[in-house]
């Protein structure tokens, strides 16, 4: 079965440092993996995903992503945080499934700006 | 024009009552889901319908019915109602079998279970 572990629930950081959001996965086969955010009271919404191709994916908002196969890592990172960016953010690996996708997320990284 | 839209988005009830929520996508796509968010905020797909058929069932007690009267409509039924059935229920839509991994979600409907 697919998983994916986040490590840190909680993570700080002052404006316009960088940010870090840690993610690893476990997949029997080639995974397609997705960065989710969500703000407060509301959904999810796709940051960026990683399918096949290029290891280095960039979503919106500045935020870029890297596939590390050796490593089983995706880590989100963003070189200067804004204040817009304080949300929850989620890791998640896909096993699609009969025509449906079934994405499997991580237990979420709450991220805190401070400015 | 809210692309999936979910009813009522709060719903305060006494355990044992039966609720429904329901969820409509205007995206056009083939699939739509039920996600159940804990207070811990932990995300975990409950069903899927493709075109009306049900695909994925996980493990959800049977208290539990979704129904999916046509593709851009997926209702969540649930019978006597539990206090750990409070959560935070997300509907969802994607396009399907193209299995592009991106879900469209709706901003949630909140139980709360007294």
């Known amino acids: 079965a697919q998983s994916v572990t986040q490590l840190g629930s909680h993570v700080s950081v002052s404006e316009g440092a960088l940010v870090l959001l840690r993610c690893n996965y476990s997949s029997s086969v080639p995974p397609y993996l997705f960065w989710y955010v969500q703000y407060p009271n509301q959904g999810l919404q796709l940051l960026l995903k990683y399918t096949t191709g290029a290891t280095l994916v960039k979503g919106i908002n500045g935020f870029e992503a890297e596939f590390k196969k050796s490593e089983t890592s995706f880590h989100l990172t963003k070189p200067s945080a804004h204040m817009s960016d304080a949300a929850e953010y989620f890791c998640?690996?896909?096993?699609?499934?009969?025509?449906?996708?079934?994405?499997?997320f991580g237990k979420g990284t709450k991220l805190t700006v401070n400015p | 024009d809210t692309a999936v839209s979910q009813t009522p988005k709060y719903l305060v009830t006494q355990m044992g009552n039966d609720k429904s929520i329901k969820c409509e996508q205007n995206?056009?796509?083939?699939?739509m889901y039920w996600y159940k968010q804990d207070s811990k905020k932990f995300l975990k797909i409950m069903f899927s319908y493709n075109n009306k058929e049900l695909i994925i069932n996980e493990t959800v007690p049977n208290r539990f019915s979704p129904k999916s009267p046509d593709k851009a409509h997926l209702n969540l039924h649930i019978n006597s109602l539990e206090l750990g059935d409070s959560a935070v229920y997300f509907c969802?839509?994607?396009?399907?079998?193209?299995?592009?991994?991106?879900?469209?979600f709706g901003e949630g409907s909140r139980l709360t279970v007294l």
């Open positions: 969802a839509s994607s396009r399907g079998r193209q299995n592009t991994g991106e879900l469209f």
């Open positions: 998640a690996v896909n096993t699609p499934q009969g025509g449906s996708e079934k994405l499997v």
């Open positions: 995206l056009g796509h083939d699939t």
